[in-house]
């Protein structure tokens, strides 16, 4: 994608062989970006799943479970509404395994919470930390978190709903000036031969094209909504 992306980036806007060459070094810095974006898919769903994993926990501690004995049955009702090979299944298999070795809940929370890196686990653990070792009222304390939690999650789904729209109209933005461009060099040949033929054309087409690429990093930031 990042070797196609160059290609047609040093055709629309240089017609040149050498700025192809000149790109296609960071073709290589594309996977980092991607990685990036692959991440943060991974860590919405995580917490999507993790919502619900509390909120089962929550319910069995009001019934009268133990915090650990919660767990051990969360990841029973875990196991009916997802797949095996889930990630919210291999972490909450994970938790109990630390539990069985008698380590803490709470550490257990916390090694999740440092490697989801997610805001959300992250305050979770902290209050399941600070609920237990304070001695309070565990189960009010955790079903207080749970609904601050779910909301905040909750709130976060609206918002992407709503921006849905807002989302592929970017990613239609984002193409269609270079389809433009296209459109018109192939209609009309020899349209924009100055702009590519002269040094006020290279250079205007240069600017156009960082002020292209800005544009689409200020479209990124303006749909990046953080709760």
Do not use: W
Request: include cysteine.
């Amino acid at each position: 994608m990042a070797v196609v992306t160059a290609a047609l980036g040093s055709y629309i806007f240089y017609k040149s062989v050498i700025i192809f060459f000149v790109l296609l070094p960071f073709c290589f810095l594309y996977p980092n970006f991607k990685r990036k974006e692959l991440i943060n898919v991974k860590k919405r769903k995580l917490v999507l799943e993790f919502k619900e994993a509390i909120m089962i926990i929550s319910s069995l501690l009001s019934a009268g479970y133990s915090l650990e004995n919660s767990i051990k049955e969360a990841l029973v009702e875990l196991r009916l509404l997802y797949s095996k090979d889930n990630l919210i299944i291999k972490e909450f298999e994970y938790i109990n395994q630390l539990i069985y070795m008698n380590i803490s809940v709470e550490r257990a929370f916390d090694d999740l919470a440092y490697r989801s890196h997610s805001e959300d686990i992250r305050s979770f653990a902290k209050v399941l930390r600070i609920a237990k070792r304070s001695g309070g009222e565990l189960v009010s304390i955790i079903s207080h978190t749970v609904n601050v939690i779910a909301d905040k999650v909750r709130i976060k789904e609206e918002i992407i709903t709503m921006t849905a729209a807002k989302r592929f109209e970017q990613s239609v933005m984002n193409v269609f000036p270079l389809f433009i461009v296209l459109y018109i060099d192939i209609s009309s040949p020899g349209f924009f031969n100055i702009m590519y033929t002269t040094i006020i054309g290279r250079i205007c087409m240069s600017f156009g094209l960082i002020m292209y690429l800005f544009a689409i990093y200020i479209s990124k930031g303006l749909l990046n909504i953080e709760v």
